[in-house]
């Protein structure tokens, strides 16, 4: 019964090769989120998606895209990753007009070499 | 965005009460609090959220003072498995829509020892 699903669980990827890390959900949300999580740090959101309208954050560096091509699921597109990219990545889900409560995936830990 | 300010980190003994506290002084009116945990390694996870009243729930409690500048959530019973980077959050509305942003602030580490 998982309800957002994220693959792979973990990624390695070569310094500037382009990457993309995949979410799916059960949910039915309408509101998608990617959130980048450095290493004893805390998430911080890189965009979201309200359905179809794409939303990035001020400091989001160019090198993040992200594309939701149905409800269900939403991608992370790394053009060209740097050493400084390792992180997990979370994929988060909420509902508007709810309690806007957001649920959160396992994430996929991503390793740049 | 209203700041939240907690305690780096806190100790508690398994089967007692953890109670984590919150600073939020510059909350407004229409702001949550909303509580999330993340247990090492895995995606962070909702707990509780209020806006004045206090808020109890299957996994915590949430009060909240009158003034609103502080709310504490406490976990009535805590285990080992409550051990978690503990995130208080006032939620910001993202441009009117009928949904919020969450920004997460370093949180406190709870270790529940036996």
């Known amino acids: 019964d998982a309800m957002v699903i994220q693959n792979p669980r973990y990624q390695v990827t070569q310094f500037g090769k382009p990457v993309t890390l995949s979410c799916s959900q059960t949910l039915n949300h309408n509101v998608m989120y990617w959130y980048q999580q450095k290493s004893s740090q805390a998430p911080k959101l890189l965009f979201h998606y309200y359905d179809k309208d794409f939303n990035n954050e001020a400091d989001t560096p160019d090198n993040f895209q992200s594309r939701r091509p149905n409800t269900s699921f939403c991608f992370l597109d790394i053009r060209s990753p740097g050493l400084g990219d390792a992180a997990m990545y979370l994929c988060?889900?909420?509902?508007?007009?709810?309690?806007?409560?957001?649920?959160f995936g396992p994430g996929t830990r991503l390793t740049v070499t | 965005d209203a700041k939240t300010t907690q305690p780096p980190s806190m100790d508690c003994a398994e089967g007692r009460a953890a109670n984590l506290p919150c600073n939020h002084s510059?909350?407004?009116?229409?702001?949550?609090v909303y509580w999330y945990r993340q247990i090492h390694s895995q995606g962070p996870q909702y707990i509780i959220h209020g806006l004045k009243n206090n808020e109890t729930n299957e996994m915590a409690s949430l009060i909240i003072t009158e003034d609103r500048k502080s709310s504490t959530l406490i976990l009535p019973h805590a285990t080992l498995r409550d051990t978690a980077v503990y995130y208080c959050i006032v939620r910001v509305d993202a441009g009117g829509t009928s949904y919020g942003k969450l920004t997460f602030g370093q949180g406190t580490i709870l270790t529940v020892h036996p």
């Open positions: 510059t909350i407004s009116g229409n702001e949550y």
């Open positions: 988060a889900t909420s509902r508007a007009g709810t309690s806007y409560e957001q649920y």
